[in-house]
């Protein structure tokens, strides 16, 4: 056999995602966000390329820790469900909304040394197979954590510290180890070095869902593949998030678009459009899909609408001006689509607890093709 076959055969059977990042085909993957708590959800391994743990912490001083007591049982009954999927990836998220500390833990060489030999060690005695860092967001001060105009040369750093030590713990195991990050588009993306990290990353999980929520004007699509008729032509949109990190120089096979396995209720919505784009009073829960199929989807006065622009569905009740909008399976077929139409990575979801596979199905027949 000829060495270059022989070394990519080798790369394949450690990396089953090798194929793909190379450029060749291969089927798009499916990556679900699991939450701690004291016991799992209902997973069927079979339907999952790789699983987001989360959250794990930062501490300035002590790098990544996991909070609580349940993460590490938690952890381990999702490393147990390589027993039914052998190819199945686990890794560690670290941060979510809210998250703080990054920015300290990313400002030294001496920080980011800490970080990653923190990330290499949880890697190892939990058995993962990779870290997946979610700073929302490098230079924001998002919910009040702490941030600075050099986040953006220090995420940079940050990631190559993570990859040498997940790289150097990979050699000695004959192995790799996967690094990934979350990241949304618009003002969110602007403190990510795009071309600079994109070669240190296995995959950008984009978050292509709350366009629309508490902080914007009016109601609309908060997770839509393209630009509704009735939106601004600013509105953000998977597609327009997609086209921005590729311009970028992000190769596609390392996109990821998000899903959301919940939705968004707006309450007090003036009626025209039956509440699109309308300003509201209140931007008042938010609701799983569990919730919406149960309460909410041609229930209780709730009209489901459908927007083919955007591909997008939404609820309205006019009795008591409600609007909500969501992901159903329609919605995330077309997102599936647009994935394997773009040649992109795959797709992630939040959050699995969420569903009752109702959209995690729908997300792979569409994977799948018709």
Not at 288 to 312: F, H, M
Request: proline share 5%; hydrophobic share 45%.
């Amino acid at each position: 056999m000829p060495r270059f076959a022989a070394c990519l055969l080798f790369l394949l059977a450690l990396f089953p995602w090798a194929e793909s990042r190379a450029g060749s085909p291969a089927r798009p993957v499916v990556i679900g966000y699991v939450m701690d708590g004291a016991t799992l959800p209902a997973i069927d391994a079979r339907k999952l390329d790789a699983i987001n743990f989360a959250f794990a912490q930062v501490d300035a001083a002590h790098g990544i820790f996991l909070p609580g007591d349940t993460a590490p049982a938690a952890l381990a009954g999702l490393a147990a469900l390589k027993h039914g999927n052998p190819n199945l990836r686990l890794l560690l998220s670290v941060g979510g909304w809210g998250a703080g500390n990054f920015s300290e833990a990313a400002a030294t060489d001496a920080a980011r040394a800490t970080f990653a030999e923190s990330a290499a060690r949880l890697v190892v005695q939990h058995r993962l197979d990779g870290i997946d860092i979610d700073w929302e967001y490098p230079t924001l001060p998002g919910p009040g954590i702490s941030h600075s105009p050099a986040d953006r040369e220090n995420f940079t750093r940050l990631l190559q510290a993570v990859r040498a030590r997940l790289d150097a713990l990979g050699a000695a195991e004959g192995r790799r180890y996967l690094l990934t990050i979350a990241a949304a588009d618009g003002e969110a993306a602007r403190g990510l070095d795009l071309p600079r990290i994109a070669p240190l990353l296995d995959w950008i999980n984009l978050m292509t869902y709350d366009f629309f929520g508490s902080l914007t004007a009016t109601t609309g699509h908060h997770a839509a593949l393209g630009r509704s008729a009735s939106a601004p032509a600013e509105a953000r949109t998977t597609v327009a998030a997609v086209d921005e990190f590729l311009a970028a120089g992000v190769p596609a096979a390392k996109l990821n678009v998000g899903a959301a396995f919940y939705g968004r209720k707006f309450v007090r919505v003036q009626r025209a459009d039956h509440g699109l784009h309308q300003a509201y009073g209140e931007h008042a829960a938010f609701l799983s899909w569990r919730e919406l199929q149960a309460d909410y989807i041609g229930r209780n006065g709730y009209v489901r609408y459908w927007d083919e622009d955007a591909q997008a569905a939404w609820l309205w009740n006019d009795a008591d001006a409600s609007f909500v909008t969501y992901e159903d399976p329609q919605s995330l077929r077309a997102k599936a689509a647009f994935v394997r139409e773009r040649g992109l990575g795959g797709v992630m979801y939040w959050e699995h607890r969420q569903d009752d596979g109702t959209l995690l199905d729908a997300l792979r027949e569409g994977l799948e093709g018709p």
